[in-house]
């Protein structure tokens, strides 16, 4: 039942998922060369590189000095994309720092932006100035659709908090130049929106919430929503889990739920620092 599982290393190989682990090593110097598949990294939280065929890179939610990780910003050389999904602090992270050392253009909403990310006084739609450098930034709202480096960004609601803005919190439909759409959630509960969602953007990945007290039900009910009009959905990953999940929110449990949905979406439940190959 659970041979949907896989981990560091993955059993017989299954379509839509090609050569699925090209590295496991906590200490990955960059992300994976361009070839003909998606390339997934979990760097944990919710801190994820997807790095597109033509070598682009989108970063979400990076937050790499989060007590699980082991990662510095040695581990990041290069971005042309950081996703922030909301403005507590766990979802922007070190994106100022990652912006500032690779010239990643931020997307986020206008009060992430105008409110946290920039000093008091700066121009709302100049770059944001950090360390010395200027970072270029998208401002955003639910029903965005922007196109950053070549990568196509949709932003749609998230059902989670953001008290710190006041600002809406989103999660994104990621395009990148091959046509290969990730949907990444941030933090956020299942919704009915999201069978509308598959049917119209029909992502072909899907990274889920999945939080140390998130009902792995709610998980499981965001893929079938996803992949109930959408044939195209092959992987879906959680993001946000802790390292030790706490009993019945594991890997097996999450499985376990996906396929009493009858989901026929790979589940893959990261290794920190294990880039993982995905296709159509």
Do not use: C
């Given at each position: ?76 050389p290069a971005a042309d994309v950081i996703l922030i999904t909301s403005g507590h602090p ?65 932003a749609v609601p998230a059902a989670h908090g953001d008290g710190a803005t006041g600002g ?73 889990q802790p390292l030790e999940p706490s009993a019945g929110r594991g890997s097996a449990d ?27």
């Amino acid at each position: 039942m659970f041979a949907r599982l896989f981990f560091g290393i993955p059993p017989a190989p299954v379509a839509g998922l090609a050569a699925l682990v090209l590295a496991a090593s906590l200490t990955i110097p960059g992300p994976a060369r361009a070839g003909s598949d998606t390339k997934v990294e979990w760097l944990t939280w919710g801190f994820y590189r997807i790095t597109a065929p033509d070598g682009k890179v989108i970063l979400t939610n990076p937050w790499y000095t989060n007590p699980h990780s082991s990662f510095t910003l040695d581990d990041i050389p290069a971005a042309d994309v950081i996703l922030i999904t909301s403005g507590h602090p766990d979802e922007i992270g070190n994106a100022l720092d990652i912006g500032a050392k690779t010239g990643a253009t931020i997307v986020a909403s206008h009060e992430v932006v105008g409110q946290t990310l920039k000093q008091q006084g700066e121009p709302l739609f100049a770059p944001i100035a950090h360390n010395g450098a200027q970072i270029p930034a998208k401002l955003v709202q639910p029903g965005s659709l922007v196109t950053v480096n070549d990568v196509t960004i949709r932003a749609v609601p998230a059902a989670h908090g953001d008290g710190a803005t006041g600002g809406p919190a989103m999660s994104y439909f990621i395009t990148t130049s091959d046509g290969f759409t990730t949907f990444y959630s941030g933090g956020t509960d299942v919704t009915q929106d999201m069978k509308l969602w598959g049917e119209l953007f029909r992502p072909d990945a899907a990274i889920l919430y999945m939080s140390g007290d998130q009902d792995p039900r709610a998980f499981a009910y965001m893929a079938a929503f996803l992949s109930e009009s959408n044939p195209d959905l092959k992987t879906v990953m959680p993001e946000h889990q802790p390292l030790e999940p706490s009993a019945g929110r594991g890997s097996a449990d999450l499985g376990r739920e996906l396929d009493a949905l009858g989901v026929t979406a790979e589940l893959i439940y990261p290794e920190p620092g294990t880039v993982y190959s995905l296709s159509k």
